[in-house]
């Protein structure tokens, strides 16, 4: 088990100092998980890095995540618009001024400024059929009607509880990420969903977006929500952020949220363009990248290492505290359901809720949540591995141990650990395994890995780039059971034969 240990620790080691190391110097700029909040991002990352070290924490989650992330210090500032931060994060029930909410955020250490220039507002879209709905106040009589919606306008109070009552629709909504409704709409698989005015791909899908008759949606102008320390600890890259107020027009926008999704364009090169297009003379077309480059682009390395680093040091921390868990569990037959139980209802939480819970109680989001939900989640199979391995040690071969004057300890370190170490690894192969796919979520609260691509193809509905993050996982698992197969078969050919020997020492 010594050299189990050693390798984990090893590849933590080397993915931890190959990390670039952070530092308070450094600009972070968060953003949401949609195209547009990415492209901003990228916007807003590129802008500074004249001017600082910046650091582009993308795709985090809904609004509450970047928010948590904004009040805690995992970020600077990010994109957000001016409904949102009134209604949803301020819980005003009339929209409000910028000056009342710079008042009131002021209270929390943060600030609003910067108005990029175009109001994305969200509204509902139908398909264009000529008997289709065409205002809003249509759909309480049109109880066929199926509802796909994104669970944050399911669950924000600017949406879709709010939204109900003024209309009177009594219909369920279903929740539908908002990366694959406007597909699962051109299937027919739903009739009504929530979009963004500034998307592209309601022209593409021909849609016809609902007049709010009843004027329910309030301006939802671009804005910058940040940090008020940021002003001084980074005055130049400030400058250069407040350099873009009023400069992005809402068919600015749509060309770029276009270049994203219809053309799969990268983030940063879609940033890249706008900025040069507005600083100097028109560059020439970017083309698509193909598989390969996407597979193999610049983020290749940053991304496995973070993957890495994640799954090496949860599994490391897990093994040093689920193997002498299990040891317990095997000798004290009381304490074995109770342990079993522990680890297996950890394991039965769902993902991104556990991590939901450990950002409150952490403050923080990124790689510190990741781990300790990968840690949970590794914790059964070391821990069950370990009771059976030590269980499973032929009962002479204890009693000779016994016959001969060794204590506990001896024996354990002796006889049992030596021939149950191809059954323990097998436990830690197992959670090392698991790992490599649970780390994607990891992402989702902005711990990097190969998670990264997956979250953001679902965003664009890209499935190109979704597989383009699914395949170096699967190929890091495969590497991964190859790596802990091969001790096994180390641990087996020496096990049997090293116990018996020290049995007669």
Request: with cysteine.
């Amino acid at each position: 088990m010594r050299r189990a240990a050693t390798v984990l620790l090893a590849l933590a080691a080397f993915t931890f100092f190959s990390c670039p190391a952070s530092a308070d110097a450094t600009l972070r700029i968060g953003s949401k998980r949609f195209t547009e909040s990415y492209v901003l991002g990228e916007l807003l990352a590129q802008s500074a890095a004249p001017h600082a070290r910046v650091e582009h924490k993308q795709g985090l989650g809904n609004t509450a995540i970047v928010l948590a992330a904004l009040k805690s210090g995992s970020i600077d500032v990010y994109p957000e618009y001016t409904g949102t931060i009134s209604l949803e994060i301020l819980k005003h029930a009339q929209p409000a001024t910028l000056e009342q909410m710079q008042r009131e955020l002021a209270a929390q250490g943060l600030g609003v400024a910067v108005p990029l220039g175009f109001n994305n507002s969200y509204a509902l879209a139908v398909r264009g059929d000529a008997d289709g709905p065409r205002k809003l106040s249509e759909l309480a009589a049109r109880r066929e009607l199926r509802y796909g919606l994104s669970h944050e306008f399911i669950g924000r109070a600017d949406g879709w509880p709010g939204l109900a009552r003024q209309y009177g629709i009594g219909a369920r909504p279903r929740g539908l990420d908002h990366g694959i409704a406007y597909e699962a709409l051109a299937r027919k698989q739903v009739d009504v969903i929530d979009i963004y005015a500034t998307d592209a791909k309601i022209s593409q899908y021909g849609l016809r977006v609902l007049e709010d008759d009843r004027a329910y949606f309030p301006r939802y102008d671009a804005v910058l929500l940040y940090r008020l320390d940021t002003e001084q600890r980074f005055p130049a890259a400030w400058q250069a952020l407040r350099a873009l107020e009023g400069r992005l027009s809402a068919p600015d926008m749509i060309a770029m949220n276009a270049a994203a999704e219809l053309r799969g364009q990268p983030f940063n090169a879609i940033a890249h363009d706008w900025l040069t297009r507005h600083a100097a003379s028109a560059p020439g077309p970017v083309s698509s990248p193909t598989f390969w480059q996407r597979l193999f682009a610049d983020d290749f390395w940053p991304l496995t290492r973070q993957h890495i680093l994640l799954v090496a040091l949860s599994v490391a921390m897990a093994s040093f505290v689920g193997i002498p868990l299990g040891i317990i569990a095997a000798y004290q037959p009381k304490l074995r359901e109770p342990v079993m139980a522990a680890a297996g209802i950890l394991q039965t939480i769902p993902s991104l809720a556990l991590l939901a819970m450990l950002i409150p109680l952490l403050g923080m989001i990124g790689t510190m949540p990741a781990l300790c939900a990968l840690f949970f989640y590794a914790l059964l199979p070391i821990i069950r591995n370990t009771c059976t391995g030590i269980g499973g040690v032929p009962q002479g071969l204890k009693q000779a141990a016994e016959a001969l004057g060794l204590r506990t300890t001896q024996r354990l370190k002796e006889i049992e650990l030596p021939l149950a170490a191809p059954v323990i690894l097998a436990g830690v192969k197992t959670a090392a395994v698991m790992s490599v796919g649970t780390a994607t979520i990891a992402a989702f609260i902005g711990a990097g890995g190969y998670g990264e691509r997956i979250t953001t193809g679902l965003a664009l509905n890209d499935h190109t780039l979704m597989l383009a993050g699914a395949l170096p996982a699967a190929v890091l698992a495969l590497l991964t059971q190859g790596l802990f197969e091969w001790m096994e078969r180390g641990f087996k050919a020496s096990a049997a034969a090293r116990a018996p020997a020290r049995l007669h020492v």
